[in-house]
């Protein structure tokens, strides 16, 4: 038999590794997932591998080190994040954006609380998760951008610093500040938000003053 002829028979063995392969992957970032989400700040490779039921040698062949660890993490954070996310309509009144945005807004910060807490320690000291920070800073531009084009056309020269304080106040660091320095419920941290959020837009040229919400 001709190696052209054996390979199709090759193929599905190669399909199982690769699939196993991916699952225990998967099964290691989930892993290091959950434990920051249950409280452990600093997971160790020892406790990520037991929970995901591999052996240290298993989890780092297929993380050679933190930080590409790091990185498979920061896209499954993405991916829970933007799970339930869905685009604000740029063209209802104001006030209902701002309530829905700040809404949906607590919603994803929260859903990724712990393992943004976690990140938080090691941040000064690893480019992959300052470089993951970025990742999810320029989502918020993005959904900042779309829910609120008509007040940043408004704002004309000022729109950079429009969006700039908009970002402050929604992302991970300010609503920390709400719940973990100030203790604010979610309820109370998603108000200050919501508020905040009236209060630079009631600055645009053009909007007036707007009442806090």
């Known amino acids: 038999m001709s190696s052209r002829e054996a390979a199709p028979s090759q193929q599905p063995i190669t399909d199982g590794r690769t699939l196993r392969a991916q699952r225990t992957r998967a099964s290691i970032v989930d892993a290091n997932m959950a434990l920051m989400m249950e409280g452990t700040l600093r997971p160790t490779a020892a406790q990520v591998a037991k929970r995901a039921g591999v052996s240290l040698r298993t989890l780092w062949s297929h993380f050679p080190d933190l930080e590409s660890l790091f990185a498979a993490t920061g896209e499954k954070t993405l991916e829970v994040q933007y799970a339930h996310h869905y685009v604000i309509p740029a063209d209802r009144p104001l006030e209902d954006r701002v309530r829905d945005f700040c ?22 000291f690893s480019e992959q998760l300052r470089r993951n920070r970025r990742r999810h800073n320029e989502r918020l531009r993005t959904d900042i951008g779309q829910t609120f084009a008509p007040e940043i056309a ?51 040229p053009g909007k007036g003053s707007v009442p806090s919400g």
């Not at 809404?103 to 990140?119: C, N, P, T, V, W």
């Not at 704002?155 to 609503?175: F, I, Q, Y």
């Open 103 to 124: 809404h949906q807004r607590a919603r994803m910060l929260e859903s990724i609380a712990g393992a943004s807490r976690a990140a938080q320690l090691r941040l000064p």
């Open 154 to 204: 408004l704002a004309g020269a000022d729109a950079d610093e429009l969006v700039s304080a908009l970002l402050v106040t929604c992302t991970w660091p300010t609503w920390m500040g709400s719940r973990d320095d100030l203790g604010l419920s979610v309820d109370e941290a998603t108000r200050v938000m919501q508020r905040t959020v009236m209060a630079i837009l009631g600055g645009v």
